[in-house]
């Protein structure tokens, strides 16, 4: 009996061993992280934290390169339709849902309640080990932050756009398609809007278009207006 007593111990320990290591892996998608590339990533994150601490931003958006190139290939188009509603851009090329989770975690939303927030990120996911339902649930959580940082400030969710580049699988966009669904149930009719305008970045063979986007991932000028026009009337009401 007392060997028996003695063993016990150990065996709640191998319990506890193969519990932890037979555990599912955690998500990489909601886990916050920093990027060491590019190597201008941290002082981009920085550059955002000072504009929202200077405040005075009603439009704010969020998200990957597809966001980050309103700067260049979008800009006159941004001039256009945000230029005069004190609208900012907190997007980084090649950022995945980890990113922006790390970005809000330090500081990018702290101290502003922007009347709008524009979210689209999760295409850089789609394409590595991640889940549709792991890729929704960093959006979600990324959603879940902004409502936290930012209580009083609407979120203008996007289904994230379709794509068909080069070297892209299959089933890439079969899991963003199904991401866009999941995420689509975090419309609640009041401070969540979900929106999905992809059909107008699409051709009669649902595929992107060239003329629409080169690489058949980012959007050029013509791209931008179609965003803009296919995105105004809802956001136009979000803002009043």
Same mark, same amino acid.
């Given at each position: 009996? =007392?060997? %028996?007593?003695?063993?016990?111990? @150990?065996? @709640?320990?191998?319990?506890?061993?193969?519990? $932890?290591?037979?555990?599912?892996?955690?998500?990489?998608?909601?886990? *916050?992280?920093?990027? !060491? !590339?590019?190597?201008?990533?941290?002082?981009?994150?920085?550059?955002?934290?000072?504009?929202?601490?200077?405040?005075?931003?009603?439009?704010?958006?969020?998200?990957? !390169?597809?966001?980050?190139?309103?700067? &260049?290939?979008?800009?006159?188009?941004?001039? =256009?339709?945000?230029?005069?509603?004190?609208?900012?851009?907190?997007?980084?090329?090649?950022?995945?849902?980890?990113?922006?989770?790390?970005?809000?975690?330090?500081?990018?939303?702290?101290?502003?309640?922007?009347?709008?927030?524009?979210?689209?990120?999760?295409?850089?996911?789609?394409?590595?080990?991640?889940?549709?339902? /792991?890729?929704?649930?960093?959006?979600?959580?990324?959603?879940?932050?902004?409502?936290?940082?930012? *209580?009083?400030? =609407?979120?203008?969710?996007?289904?994230?756009?379709?794509? &068909?580049?080069?070297?892209?699988?299959? $089933? /890439?966009?079969?899991?963003?398609?199904?991401?866009?669904?999941?995420?689509? =149930? @975090?419309?609640?009719?009041?401070?969540?809007?979900?929106?999905?305008?992809? #059909?107008?970045? %699409?051709?009669?063979? $649902?595929?992107? *278009?060239?003329?629409?986007?080169?690489?058949?991932? #980012?959007?050029?000028?013509?791209?931008?207006?179609?965003?803009?026009?296919?995105?105004?009337?809802?956001?136009?009401?979000?803002?009043?």
């Amino acid at each position: 009996m =007392k060997k %028996l007593l003695a063993l016990i111990p @150990l065996l @709640l320990a191998c319990a506890c061993f193969s519990q $932890e290591t037979n555990s599912p892996a955690k998500n990489p998608a909601i886990i *916050p992280a920093t990027r !060491s !590339s590019p190597t201008n990533w941290l002082a981009r994150h920085e550059g955002f934290v000072k504009k929202a601490k200077a405040g005075g931003i009603d439009l704010l958006f969020m998200g990957d !390169s597809i966001t980050d190139f309103w700067r &260049n290939r979008g800009s006159n188009v941004w001039a =256009k339709f945000y230029g005069e509603r004190h609208a900012a851009n907190f997007g980084i090329s090649g950022d995945r849902t980890e990113h922006v989770l790390w970005r809000i975690e330090n500081g990018e939303l702290d101290g502003i309640e922007p009347k709008v927030i524009v979210l689209m990120i999760g295409t850089n996911n789609s394409g590595g080990s991640e889940s549709a339902d /792991q890729i929704a649930e960093g959006v979600e959580k990324i959603v879940s932050e902004m409502r936290a940082k930012c *209580p009083k400030s =609407k979120i203008l969710l996007l289904a994230i756009f379709p794509r &068909n580049r080069a070297g892209d699988k299959p $089933e /890439q966009m079969e899991r963003i398609h199904q991401v866009n669904q999941r995420i689509a =149930k @975090l419309d609640d009719g009041k401070m969540i809007t979900f929106l999905d305008i992809n #059909h107008v970045f %699409l051709g009669p063979d $649902e595929k992107v *278009p060239k003329d629409i986007m080169p690489d058949f991932l #980012h959007p050029n000028e013509h791209g931008y207006q179609l965003w803009a026009d296919a995105m105004e009337p809802t956001l136009d009401k979000m803002l009043k």
